[in-house]
C-alpha cells in the first residue's frame, strides 16, 4: 500500500527529511511531495530574484537533488545542480563575476522557469533530468518577503523592538523574534500543493530554520486551511539545537509556536532526539497540548554536532509512518 506524504520546509532541513524519506524504502512505499517555501533572498537565490524575478530556487533545488534518482547518471547530474561557481580566474579588470557563488542548479532552474513560464512545470522538467523520486512543489507560485519583530536586534538596545526585513536578516538577527509574517500577507497557494495535502496520508514539518523554513507554511492561508481540513496525520520532527532566530526559544516553545501561528492545528507524533530534548517532561507536555504523543529516537550524527542523520532519522520515520490509520 502507497503512503502518500507531504514534507514541508525549505533548505537543509527539508532536504535530510526528503532524504531520511527516501531510506524508509523498502520498508515503505512512499509517494513523496515536498513543498519548499518561497521567501530566500540571500545568495545565489537572492541575486537570481532581484535580477531576474520569479522564485528563489536555491530550497527547491536542494529538495529536488534530495530526491534525485539512483542511477548513476541522474547522480551526476545532481552533482552538476549542486556545483557552486568559484571566483573568476581570468577577469577582465573592473568588471564583475557574473557566475560566482550561483549554484549550477539555481540557474537551471531559473533557466526553466523562464522559459517555460510556469514554475511547477519548470520543477517537473527539472525532476525529470534528476530521476527524482517525489514531486517538489512551491508553496507559492509568487514570491514572497518575510518580516520578523525583533527584540534587542540592536545589542544596545534591549528593550527595543524593530522589523527585520527579509529571510536572510531574519535567520541571521541576534534579537530575540517575537512574530513573523508575509508580504504579501495572503500569498495565493501553489494548486497543485493544495491537492496533495488534500490527498496525503501524512503531512510532516521539520526539521528546519522554525521561523524562515516551517512557520511560514502556516502563513499562507490556502494552504493553512488545507493543512486543517486534510484528513492526513500530521507529524512534527523537532531540531536538535536552537539557530540563531531561535535563541532563546525551549524545544517545547518550538511546538508552542505551531499553534500560536495556526491555532486550530493538532498533531499526532512529534519526533525529537532523546539528548536534544534533555527532560522530556516540558516537551512531552508540549507534544499533548497539540494533541500528540512524544516518541524519542537517536536521530543526530555520531560526531556530536546537531545534524540529523537521514539514515536514522528514516529508521525512526519507518514504524510511525507504517502505522495502521
Known sequence: ???????????????????????????????????????????????????????????????????????????????????????????LPGKGDGLGGHAVGNLVIAGLMEQLGDPVAALEHAGAMLGTVGRVLPMSCEPVDIEARVRAADPGRPDEVCTVRGQHQVAITTGRVESVRLTPQAPAACPQAVAAIGAADWLIFGPGSWYTSVLPHLLVPQLAAAILASPARRLVTLNLAAEKETLGLSVADHLAALRWYLPELTVDVVLADAKAVGAPEPVDRAAESLGARLVLAPVAVDDGTPRHDPAALGAALVPVLGADR
Open 1 to 91: 500500500m502507497t503512503v502518500r506524504v507531504v514534507a514541508f520546509g525549505g533548505g537543509h532541513g527539508l532536504s535530510v527529511s526528503l532524504r531520511a524519506l527516501r531510506r524508509c524504502a523498502p520498508g515503505l512505499d512512499l509517494d513523496i511531495t515536498a513543498v519548499v517555501t518561497v521567501g530566500d533572498d540571500g545568495g545565489s537565490s537572492g541575486r537570481l530574484r532581484a535580477e531576474r524575478g520569479g522564485l528563489p530556487p536555491g530550497d527547491l533545488r536542494q529538495a529536488l537533488v534530495a530526491l534525485a534518482g539512483d542511477h548513476p547518471a541522474t547522480r551526476r547530474s545532481a552533482g552538476l545542480f549542486q556545483h557552486r561557481f568559484g571566483p573568476a580566474t581570468r577577469g
